[in-house]
């Protein structure tokens, strides 16, 4: 399997080498050169396999340049289950009528996010051998809280390897703060930085495009790489647990073999509902993927008219993960629903750019909208909707998957569709301990003791708090350094010696 940038203008690569890069030449997306198809029997087979082998035979299909041995090696790293709270990494629940929850947040850092980067620095590190490259990588991350932990637990102690971090130290929820400010590695590396996201992310482009930067790391034995969802790296490993909710959803009697279901995805960088469609597209019987966003309804914008306009304000929700205004991972629909034409990708990305939007045709929007529908959800609703789940069906929603809950409840009120259907679930509910309270009737004052509200949330749903969030009370301290964002290089220089 080769891969194709989706700009069109780049040489076709093999895996290793698009996850060790990132971002095609091109300034595209690397994507499969043609996806793997599946007959029926080979899905219907998957539902007897545990969750290392499922990944290990999908994963093989796509990663045809390391060996399935390697494969294995990999995920079964990735997936151990000390890290994933049990031997399902991804359980399947059932939650209500026709409706199942994937909870993808077992890992380490409570959010899905977890899936893909516990698995990208093996596969980065084989691609980098295999590559013959003899420097190491130094990933440059610049967060608004979920992906710099779910990055320094996967590439912690990770050989060859050293993990920069950069949050504002203003800007993430305290006890996201206190996730990354106590992260353990001997390669690892937090800074805190005096500005907001924005500065973060703009000081870690920067240095990404600084090439005397490059050329001195370079004879200190360094190159420069990034973890974030537009690595094919990071997207691959998605597509496993849409097969593996399937499976389970079969082995639950709650679906016939064979049998379509749907799959609502609470929607940001669009690099999560994109993997079901490639799983749809493999044969995996999908009827429709709906596609949740919060109030930066960009998206649901876009499949419902084919005008994609980022010029609009911007919220802060209590879904702060899918606050974005521009879905990277977009691109790669719009490549293959255009009949994976580079120039056409090209043009819309130019228009973007520029003007800020661009408009699809007419044809190609129906393509995209026979796999997908759109639906956005309010903040007052995500509220509503975590406390009646709750009360209905004794289920905690966390604030993301409340959206995609929501979603669904008003595309089977528009449609009639009774199909079974699973709500891909990206984060525990306390990860957002404030606002889950608050959506439950609870009085929670801001800037409250986190552990605090830990503990209130334990009362007032009756469910317990994850171990690794509780336990962070009692860890060390290790990172207190906060920086200015002019300081970003000088930081990096001083770790990279
Ligand atoms: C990143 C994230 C999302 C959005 O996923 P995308 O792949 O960016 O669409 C949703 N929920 C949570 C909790 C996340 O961390």
């Known amino acids: 399997m080769l891969y194709v940038s989706t700009r069109g203008k780049a040489?076709?690569?093999?895996?290793?080498?698009?996850?060790?890069?990132?971002?095609?030449?091109?300034?595209?997306?690397?994507?499969?050169?043609q996806l793997p198809s599946l007959r029926p029997e080979d899905i219907e087979e998957f539902s007897r396999l545990p969750y290392t082998e499922l990944a290990t035979e999908i994963l093989s299909l796509y990663l045809t340049d390391y060996t399935k041995d390697e494969v294995r090696s990999a995920v079964t790293a990735a997936y151990r289950p000390q890290k994933f709270g049990g031997a399902r990494p991804a359980p399947l629940v059932q939650a209500a009528p026709h409706t199942g929850v994937l909870e993808l947040w077992h890992?380490?850092?409570?959010?899905?996010?977890?899936?893909?980067?516990?698995?990208?620095?093996?596969?980065?590190?084989?691609?980098?051998?295999?590559?013959?490259?003899?420097?190491?990588?130094?990933?440059?991350?610049?967060?608004?809280?979920?992906?710099?932990?779910?990055?320094?637990?996967?590439?912690?102690?990770?050989e060859g390897t050293e993990i920069i971090v950069f949050y504002p130290a203003e800007g993430v929820s305290l006890l996201q703060k206190r996730q990354m400010e106590t992260q353990k590695g001997s390669n690892v590396h937090v800074f805190g930085i005096r500005g907001n996201f924005d500065d973060a992310q703009r000081g870690v482009k920067q240095l990404f495009g600084d090439r005397s930067l490059a050329e001195t790391l370079n004879e200190r034995g360094y190159v420069l790489s990034s973890a974030n969802s537009i690595n094919w790296g990071r997207?691959?490993?998605?597509?496993?647990?849409?097969?593996?909710?399937?499976?389970?959803?079969?082995?639950?009697?709650?679906?016939?073999?064979?049998?379509?279901?749907?799959?609502?995805?609470?929607?940001?960088?669009?690099?999560?509902?994109?993997?079901?469609?490639?799983?749809?597209?493999?044969?995996?019987?999908?009827?429709?993927?709906?596609?949740?966003?919060?109030?930066?309804?960009?998206?649901?914008?876009f499949i419902d008219t084919?005008?994609?306009?980022?010029?609009?304000?911007?919220?802060?929700?209590?879904?702060?993960?899918?606050?974005?205004?521009?879905?990277?991972?977009?691109?790669?629909?719009?490549?293959?629903?255009?009949?994976?034409n580079g120039e056409q990708v090209t043009g819309y990305m130019e228009k973007l750019a520029a003007g800020g939007s661009y408009q699809i045709e007419r044809e190609i929007l129906q393509q995209i909208r026979r796999h997908f529908f759109a639906a956005w959800v309010d903040e007052v609703e995500t509220e509503e909707t975590i406390d009646k789940v709750k009360s209905e069906h004794a289920y905690l929603l966390d604030t993301h998957t409340a959206v995609a809950w929501r979603a669904l409840e008003k595309y089977r009120i528009l449609t009639d569709d009774t199909t079974y259907s699973i709500v891909l679930s990206t984060a525990s509910p306390y990860k957002f301990p404030d606002s889950v309270l608050r959506a439950l009737g609870e009085d929670t004052e801001p800037q409250a003791d986190p552990f605090a509200l830990l503990k209130k949330l334990e009362e007032a749903s009756g469910t317990a708090a994850p171990a690794k969030l509780a336990a962070l009370?009692?860890?060390?301290?290790?990172?207190?350094?906060?920086?200015?964002?002019?300081?970003?290089?000088?930081?990096?220089?001083?770790?990279?010696?």
């Not at 095609?24 to 499969?32: K, S």
């Not at 490639?278 to 949740?292: E, F, T, V």
């Not at 991972?329 to 255009?338: I, K």
């Open 11 to 33: 040489d076709i690569v093999s895996s290793a080498y698009a996850i060790s890069r990132g971002l095609a030449a091109d300034g595209g997306l690397f994507v499969p050169q």
């Open 107 to 158: 890992g380490p850092t409570c959010a899905f996010k977890d899936m893909a980067l516990q698995l990208l620095p093996h596969l980065l590190n084989m691609a980098r051998k295999k590559l013959g490259q003899e420097q190491k990588v130094a990933i440059l991350v610049a967060t608004s809280g979920d992906t710099g932990k779910a990055a320094l637990e996967g590439f912690a102690d990770v």
């Open 235 to 301: 997207l691959v490993p998605q597509i496993v647990y849409y097969f593996s909710a399937y499976a389970q959803a079969v082995l639950a009697g709650q679906v016939k073999q064979g049998r379509p279901v749907n799959f609502a995805v609470p929607t940001g960088n669009f690099g999560d509902i994109l993997a079901g469609y490639y799983a749809k597209l493999m044969g995996l019987p999908i009827a429709r993927l709906l596609c949740a966003s919060n109030s930066n309804n960009v998206l649901t914008d």
């Open 306 to 340: 084919g005008i994609y306009d980022k010029k609009r304000d911007f919220y802060r929700t209590m879904s702060p993960s899918m606050d974005i205004l521009v879905s990277s991972n977009l691109e790669r629909l719009l490549f293959d629903a255009c009949g994976r």
């Open 473 to 497: 009370r009692e860890l060390p301290v290790l990172h207190k350094e906060v920086i200015d964002a002019q300081g970003m290089e000088e930081a990096v220089l001083n770790v990279l010696r």
